[in-house]
C-alpha cells in the first residue's frame, strides 16, 4: 500500500504561480504513469496531465502550455508546476500513481485562483 499526500494549493491571484507536490508513504521506484486530476464540485474529476515511466506527459488542451508535470524522485514522484493561472483552475488537485494493477489516490489539495 502506498499513501499519497499533496500539498502546494491555496489561494493564488490570476496570472499566479503555484507548484503541486505529491509525496509517498513509500519508495516509488517503478509505475506506469503518474497524473494529476482535478474535480470542482458538482462535476467529475477531469485528467490535467500525465507522466508515463519512459517520460512521455501529456496535457489536457485547457492547461497546455500553462502547466508542467515532472518526475521528482521515490519519495516525491510528481510534482505539478502551474503558470498563467486563471480562476477556472480553481478546483481540488488529486496525485494519482499507477503502479502495477493498482491506482493510488491522494486526498486533494484545493487550488484557489481569485483575485
Known amino acids: 500500500q502506498v499513501q499519497l499526500v499533496e500539498s502546494g494549493g491555496g489561494l493564488v491571484q490570476p496570472g499566479g504561480s503555484l507548484r503541486l507536490s505529491c509525496t509517498a508513504s513509500?519508495?516509488?521506484?517503478?509505475?506506469?504513469?503518474m497524473n494529476w486530476y482535478r474535480q470542482v464540485p458538482g462535476k467529475e474529476r477531469e485528467l490535467v496531465a500525465t507522466?508515463?515511466?519512459?517520460?512521455?506527459?501529456s496535457y489536457a488542451d485547457f492547461v497546455k502550455g500553462r502547466f508542467t508535470i515532472s518526475r521528482n524522485n521515490a519519495l516525491n514522484p510528481v510534482s505539478l508546476q502551474m503558470n498563467t493561472l486563471k480562476p477556472e483552475d480553481t478546483a481540488v488537485y488529486y496525485c494519482?500513481?499507477?503502479?502495477?494493477?493498482?491506482?493510488?489516490w491522494g486526498q486533494g489539495t484545493q487550488v484557489t485562483v481569485s483575485s
Open positions: 507522466i508515463t515511466s519512459g517520460g512521455y506527459t
Open positions: 494519482n500513481v499507477n503502479v502495477g494493477p493498482t491506482n493510488y
Open positions: 513509500r519508495s516509488i521506484f517503478s509505475f506506469n504513469a
